[in-house]
């Protein structure tokens, strides 16, 4: 994974276990998870560190004043149109929000930020008179044509982020509203709510949402502010039209070109259970209609465990997908080199404990898996019936079986 992918996603983790990171900072660490598309969480081991280095990053990165959005012709380089300022985006935001008062505004326009290249996003406290909470808005690009198997076209899996419901609407031009209603975890206890659009021309935009101002404690109210229609109003309205331009859907500049889909998680669970060591039983539950991903229960030796599959084709850019290696190969200041196998597969095997300082007893482990032709396979384990409520003890799996699972080469494509 690219350095600044596994940066971004350290942040992110590492925002998520600290206590009341600024919501501006938030919003900077949100930005960059879009670098990692389906891609896996990154370790949590020097989450302290990454802390400081969000806030030291915080300054630097906060949006200034933004020139009015100007024209919108394609840029040369991000495959986002010219002219699309931090203020536009932070505006368009407010003005399809209900009355109320709005703090902390920032946004990033084209070519904004530490990162050139990265989508523009916008970031608020809104407050309905019932108290604050935390609205970030961020927007990606799909390959087309869409489909249910698009990623964000589903609602989430509650295996990995347990929820209190999730609509899903066709629109009748083809596009596709998910409004998942996540459920507060421990530590942090905030309650999300998110309305993922992706529409037809292969826009993707999602507004996410806390009953804090912070993700993390204290809680400001109950709920987040907006409603679910509110939410799905605020994604699908035409006000976010100049980010795509004719041409920026189906064009996009090397470097951003829409992540190609993964397999289906009916594919998935047979791939794995083939793969699973003699004499285990595998139950995948009920339907899962994730892609690029799935779970299955797993029970060896009278132990049962959880596993989370990932299987992520090669990126559509080459640039990309050379930086990915060269993470592997040689390290990346999160995860040391990987070890290669006969066939040149790059393997990291990562324990993830339950504090962020890296003490405590291990709750998940997991082993990714480059191989030659640059597909991606994490195999993540844990015993619980959901990732965030993991809990100590042996596990079903060695590392050296999930290893064997990761490795395999019916991965490939």
């Known amino acids: 994974m690219p350095l600044d992918d596994r940066f971004a996603a350290l942040l992110h983790d590492a925002a998520e276990l600290a206590p009341d990171p600024p919501a501006a900072e938030l919003a900077a660490s949100a930005r960059r998870r879009h670098l990692r598309a389906r891609r ?31 024209s919108t012709r394609l840029a040369p380089s991000g495959g986002w149109p010219e002219g699309i300022t931090g203020t536009f985006m932070t505006d368009t935001l407010v003005s399809l929000l209900p009355p109320g008062q709005i703090t902390a505004a920032g946004g990033y326009g084209t070519n904004d930020g530490a990162v050139p290249g990265l989508p523009p996003s916008a970031h608020l406290l809104y407050d309905d008179g019932q108290g604050a909470g935390m609205v970030t808005l961020s927007v990606d690009r799909v390959a087309l044509p869409i489909s249910e198997t698009t990623a964000g076209t589903q609602c989430a899996d509650p295996v990995e ?12 031009d083809g596009g596709i509203v998910v409004v998942d209603r996540l459920a507060p975890v421990e530590p942090m206890k905030v309650r999300k709510w998110q309305a993922t659009y992706t529409g037809p021309d292969g826009r993707r935009l999602q507004i996410w949402e806390v009953n804090a101002t912070s993700y993390g404690p204290p809680l400001s109210r109950p709920n987040p502010p907006l409603t679910p229609q509110q939410l799905t109003a605020a994604v699908t309205s035409n006000a976010w039209d100049p980010l795509f331009a004719p041409g920026a859907a189906t064009t996009p500049a090397p470097g951003n070109s829409p992540e190609p889909s993964g397999p289906s998680a009916d594919r998935i669970i047979a791939t794995a259970r083939a793969l699973l060591p003699p004499g285990t039983l595998a139950d ?8 690029g991903r799935a779970h ?21 850019d080459a640039a990309s997908a050379a930086r990915v290696r060269q993470a592997y190969e040689h390290g990346d200041g999160v995860d040391p080199a990987a070890a290669r196998t006969p066939d040149g597969t790059l393997v990291q095997v ?64």
Do not use: F, Y
Not at 304 to 311: D, I, N, P
């Open 40 to 70: 896996r969480r990154t370790a949590v081991v020097a989450a302290a560190t990454a802390v400081v280095a969000l806030t030291a990053l915080g300054t630097r990165l906060l949006p200034g004043a933004d020139p009015g959005p100007g």
């Open 161 to 172: 982020s347990p929820t209190e419901g999730c609509e899903r609407t066709v629109l009748p």
């Open 284 to 291: 995948p539950g009920a339907t899962q209609h994730t892609t």
């Open 296 to 316: 299955l229960s797993v029970t060896l030796d009278g132990r049962t465990s959880m596993l989370s599959v990932r299987a992520d084709p090669r990126r559509a």
């Open 350 to 413: 990562r324990q993830l404990h339950a504090s962020k300082s890296g003490d405590g007893p291990v709750l998940r482990w997991i082993v990714t898996a480059l191989h030659p032709d640059d597909t991606e396979v994490t195999v993540a384990e844990w015993n619980g019936t959901d990732e965030p409520n993991a809990r100590p003890g042996t596990p079903a799996l060695t590392t050296e079986q999930l290893t064997a699972i990761a490795v395999a080469a019916p991965w490939r494509h």
